[in-house]
C-alpha cells in the first residue's frame, strides 16, 4: 500500500473511478446540522490538557528549542530535556485540577467573541481524557479534580449561549501501550493494535453516549500508518457512529481509502462531511474547493496551541489581522476557528480577552457581512473581501483606494447590479454611480461607491450593496477601428 498525499487525490474525476471498498459514504450534506454549519461564520478552539499545567515551560526551562509546539512538550528532546521527561509529564495528572475553569465564563466570552460553534479537546495526544472515560484509568477520575467532567461542563454551559459545540478527539495517544505509528509485525504488537483499536471505538461511542448536545467529532492525529492500515476498521466505526448520532459531522481527518488517500478518497470525493485540512493555511481561491464545505483552524500566535506561559518576541495576531482572516474565509464559504489556549487554571490569557472584546464588538455590528453571506462570483477587487446574498453584497474595505471610490466590475449582463449603497454599521448612505469606462471590449459594467474622505474608521469597514434590477440595459460599444 502507498500512502497518498492529503491532496492529490482532489481533482480526480478526469480518470476512471477505482473500485473502492472503504471510500467516501457521503456526499454533501443539506440537512439542518450542515446548514448550520455553513452559517456558523466563526468558531473557537480550545486546547486544554496536562501541557496546560506548563505553559512550554518546565521549573524555569523553556521547551522552546526541544518541543514543536506547546501541546507537544511530552515530546520534548535534547539537551534542554529534563531528566526522565516523559515519566515526569506522564504524571501531570496528579496535580491536574484547573480550579479556575468556570466554562459559563468561558461561553459568556466566546459569546462575546461571536463564535457560533467551539472546538474542545477532549483529549489530545498525550491520551489524558477530560472526562472520566470508562475505557481508561488516565482521566480526570485520577486527578485533583476528580468528580468534575470537563467536556460536560463545557458541552452545557456552550450549548446554554446557543453555541455548537465539538469534540475534538485524538486518535494518536502517547499513553495507551498499544498505539503505534507503524503497522504491527508480530502477534503481540497486533493484539495490542487491536486492543487500542477497541479502546478508541469505546471512547468515541462513549463521548456520543455521554454528551447528546455535541454536534461533531473533530479528529486528529490519524496520520499514523497502523490507523491509516485499518482502513476496514475505521470504515464500519464511521458508519457506527453516523448510525449512533444520526445529523453528526465528521471532518475529513478522520480515516483513509485502502490505498492510504487522506481527505479525499482515491475517487476525489471527500472523506467526511467537510475539508478539514485547513490548519493555519486558507484556500488559494474558491475554486479549489470545489463546492466543498471547510473550516480553517487558526493560532493567534506562531504553530502552537496549548498555553504558553512566555511567549517572548512571538507575533500575536491583531484584532485587524484575524478580521482580515474571518472575511477571507467567509469569502470562501468557509469558517474560521481561532484558538484560545487556557492556563493550567483554567484561565484564558489578556490577549484573547482583548481579541474577544475587540473583534466581537466587530463581528457583532458586521454580522450581516459574516454569517448568512458567502462566496460572491465576483473578480477579486484589491480592496478587501467580498461577501454576499441573494440580494445583498458586502465589501470589507481593509486596503481603502487613494481614489475614493470603491469600484467593482460585474458582467454587462448582469441581473441585477447595485442599487443602493451604505456603510453596514451605521447605515450611512453612499453615493452610487454605473460607469461606462469607456474601455473597448470590455462588455462589463463598473459601479463606483464613493467613500466620503471625512469616513474615519479605526479599523475595516464594510460597504453594504443592495442589488435589484439594472435601471437602463449596459450600452453596447462599438470596438475601436484601426
Ligand atoms: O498535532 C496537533 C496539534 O497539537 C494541534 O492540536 C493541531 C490543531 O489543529 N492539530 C495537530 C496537528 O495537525
Not at 485520577?142 to 446557543?162: C, F, I
Request: charged share 25%; net charge negative.
Amino acid at each position: 500500500m502507498t500512502t497518498t498525499s492529503p491532496w492529490q487525490n482532489r481533482q480526480r474525476s478526469d480518470r476512471a473511478p477505482v473500485p473502492l471498498r472503504h471510500g467516501s459514504q457521503v456526499s454533501k450534506r443539506e440537512d439542518e446540522a450542515m446548514q448550520r454549519f455553513r452559517r456558523y461564520g466563526l468558531g473557537q478552539f480550545i486546547h486544554f490538557g496536562l501541557y496546560s499545567i506548563l505553559g512550554n515551560e518546565y521549573q524555569g526551562v523553556s521547551a522552546r528549542d526541544g518541543a514543536p509546539a506547546s501541546e507537544w512538550i511530552r515530546a520534548w528532546r535534547g539537551p534542554s530535556a529534563p531528566d526522565g521527561w516523559t515519566a515526569i509529564y506522564d504524571r501531570l495528572n496528579e496535580q491536574f485540577d484547573p480550579t479556575e475553569l468556570d466554562a459559563r465564563q468561558w461561553a459568556r466570552q466566546a459569546k462575546q467573541l461571536g463564535a457560533r460553534y467551539v472546538i474542545f479537546t477532549t483529549k489530545h495526544h498525550d491520551g489524558f481524557a477530560l472526562w472520566p472515560t470508562a475505557h481508561s484509568d488516565y482521566s480526570i477520575a485520577n486527578s485533583p479534580a476528580a468528580g468534575r467532567d470537563l467536556v460536560a461542563e463545557v458541552v452545557d454551559a456552550y450549548t446554554a449561549e446557543g453555541i455548537d459545540v465539538f469534540l475534538y478527539f485524538s486518535v494518536l495517544d502517547w499513553h495507551h501501550p498499544g498505539y503505534s505509528d507503524q503497522v504491527p509485525t508480530d502477534d503481540a504488537g497486533r493484539a495490542a493494535w487491536q486492543e487500542f483499536l477497541s479502546y478508541t471505538r469505546g471512547q468515541l461511542l462513549e463521548l456520543l453516549d455521554r454528551y447528546p448536545a455535541a454536534r461533531g467529532l473533530w479528529f486528529d492525529g490519524t496520520w499514523g500508518k497502523a490507523w491509516i492500515a485499518s482502513h476496514e476498521f475505521t470504515y464500519e466505526l464511521e458508519r457506527e457512529l453516523r448510525e449512533r448520532r444520526p445529523g453528526l459531522i465528521i471532518g475529513s481527518r478522520f480515516r483513509n481509502d485502502e490505498h492510504g488517500a487522506r481527505h479525499f478518497d482515491s475517487n476525489g470525493a471527500l472523506l467526511g462531511d467537510y475539508e478539514q485540512g485547513w490548519e493555519r493555511k486558507l484556500p488559494a481561491d474558491h475554486a479549489m474547493l470545489a463546492g466543498n464545505d471547510w473550516d480553517c483552524v487558526m493560532t493567534i500566535g506562531p504553530n502552537g496551541w496549548g498555553w504558553t506561559r512566555d511567549t517572548g518576541d512571538d507575533y500575536l495576531k491583531t484584532t485587524d489581522d484575524l478580521i482580515e482572516l474571518l472575511m477571507r474565509c467567509r469569502s470562501m464559504d468557509g469558517n474560521l476557528v481561532i484558538n484560545f489556549g487556557p492556563d493550567g487554571a483554567g484561565r484564558m490569557t489578556a490577549h484573547e480577552g482583548q481579541i474577544a472584546t475587540e473583534l466581537g464588538a466587530w463581528v457583532a455590528a458586521h454580522a450581516a457581512a459574516i454569517h448568512d453571506a458567502g462566496h460572491v462570483d465576483l473578480d477579486p477587487t484589491g480592496m478587501g473581501w467580498l461577501t454576499g446574498t441573494d440580494d445583498r453584497i458586502f465589501l470589507t474595505v481593509l486596503n481603502r483606494p487613494v481614489t475614493g471610490i470603491a469600484r467593482l466590475r460585474f458582467p454587462g449582463d448582469a441581473e441585477r447590479v447595485p442599487t443602493a449603497a451604505r456603510i453596514l454599521d451605521s447605515g450611512r448612505e453612499l453615493e452610487l454611480r454605473r460607469t461606462d469606462l469607456g474601455l473597448d471590449l470590455d462588455d462589463a459594467s463598473y459601479v463606483d461607491v464613493r467613500i466620503p474622505a471625512g469616513l474615519v474608521t479605526e479599523r475595516a469597514f464594510v460597504i453594504e450593496l443592495e442589488l435589484g434590477a439594472p435601471d437602463a440595459p449596459a450600452r453596447r460599444r462599438e470596438a475601436a477601428r484601426m
